[in-house]
Every structure is written in C-alpha cells, then in structure tokens.
C-alpha cells in the first residue's frame, strides 16, 4: 500500500514538473521567435521558420559549450570549416544564428549546452531549446519533455532564467515539490523500517 502512495506521489510530481517546463519553454520559444521576428522586419504574425542550419552551424565556437574539440593547431574539429554541415556561418534564412545568442542570454550562467539539441528543429520545436538547459547528452534521443526525468526538468528551471521570472509560481513549485518529496522519504522510511 505504501508503495502505491509513493508511486502516486512520484507520479504527481513529474507532472507538475512536465507541465510547469513544458508551459515556460514555450513561452520561451515564442518569445525568441517573435524578438526575431521583429529584429528581421518580417511582417505581423509571420514565424521566422527555418530548417536548413545544423548546431554545427549556428553556435559560437566556444570551449566552455563543451561541444568544441580542438586540435594542436587550435582548430576546432566540431566547427570544422571543410564540410558544409559543420562550418561555422550565418543563417540563410537570418533565423538561427540569432538564437543562440538569446540562448545565452536566458541561461543562469550564460552557457547554454548544445550536446543534445538539433538546431533544425529550433524553429519549429521548443523541445529542442529546452535540450540547450540541460548538461548532459543522455537527452539527445528525448521526443517530448514527458519523456526527461524529473532531475532533467528540474535543471532546465534552474538554469534557464525565464522560470526565475515566474518567482510567485516558483515558490509555491517548491513548496509543493518539497511537500512530496518529504511524504515520499518518510513513506520509503515507513517501508524499510
Ligand atoms: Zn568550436
Ligand atoms: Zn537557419
């Protein structure tokens, strides 16, 4: 029985998770893609859509990314200017090199992780954003933010600085995952003792 009371606790709290995540980073989403929208003159509720620029592409060359490796001439490999998937450029669309500034602009330390995400898809899902708040690969395969563990939702609220936005909501999250996680320990407590 306790086990069940668990598993429910677990399970309410990943979807509060989920759906706090899910609603912030389209909100994020939104308002990168309308900041360029503006920036390039598209016209009113014209998208900036693009599909063409790979992370390779469109991410400055920086060690701190993670993603750069570079060889004893100081050449970078990831960014490597001989094949056009991996060359450093702008995009043609003037889409995608714009969002990775405003990535970094968002993130708690101005590092933003592209080892998971694929700037394909930046402008058509905010998953892929998402992806850019997390430090760790394992996420690369994830479809949905259902699909990332409740430690890789809860990286994306602290590093991404729009959830810090949301302070009100913030402190009633907290309150309510430390709720949880206190009845989930004195449960697992109850059960091994
Ligand atoms: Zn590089
Ligand atoms: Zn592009």
């Not at 060889?71 to 969002?99: F, M, V, W």
């Not at 990332?148 to 995952?177: M, N, P, R, W, Y």
Request: aromatic share 8%.
């Amino acid at each position: 029985m306790n086990w069940v009371k668990a598993t429910i606790c677990l399970f309410h709290l990943k979807t509060g998770l989920e759906n706090f995540v899910k609603n912030g980073i389209c909100e994020v989403h939104e308002q990168i893609l309308s900041k360029i929208a503006k920036d390039i003159g598209l016209p009113n509720n014209s998208k900036p859509h693009c599909d063409q620029c790979t992370t390779n592409n469109v991410t400055p060359c920086f060690s701190r990314h993670k993603i750069c490796r570079y060889d004893q001439l100081g050449n970078c490999k990831y960014h490597d200017p001989a094949r056009p998937e991996t060359s450093k450029r702008n995009c043609p669309n003037n889409i995608c090199h714009r969002i990775a500034p405003e990535l970094k602009r968002l993130h708690s330390s101005r590092a933003p992780h592209y080892m998971s995400t694929d700037a394909t898809k930046w402008c058509a899902q905010p998953l892929e954003l998402a992806k850019c708040f997390l430090v760790t690969e394992g996420y690369k395969t994830v479809d949905s933010i259902d699909d990332i563990d409740c430690a890789g939702l809860l990286t994306i609220i602290e590093s991404c600085k729009h959830f810090e936005q949301k302070v009100d909501d913030i402190f009633v999250f907290q309150k309510v995952c430390m709720f949880v996680l206190r009845n989930f320990i004195h449960l697992m407590f109850k059960i091994a003792y």
